[in-house]
């Protein structure tokens, strides 16, 4: 393994976790807006099981997946 590999591959890996964070941020933004949205309007709000919205920040986690499962990889490589 290379020096240079084993950076590159802290540096996604801290990137990815940075994204996750980014994307609970928002989630936790937008459910808070739309509860209170809800109880302006009279409304009960319960929050989904599942995760919606936040388009931009999941595909950044996916993107930043993908760059880290690079760097692993060529992490591993030999030589």
Known sequence: MKIEAIN???AEAKRFLERIKGYKAAQK???EERAA???Q???DYKTPPYPY???RES???RRASMDLTRALADMRKWG
């Open 8 to 10: 590159r591959a802290e």
């Open 29 to 31: 933004r937008i459910d």
């Open 37 to 39: 949205w809800a109880k």
């Open 41 to 43: 309007h009279g409304r």
């Open 53 to 55: 919205n936040a388009p």
């Open 59 to 61: 595909g950044a986690i």
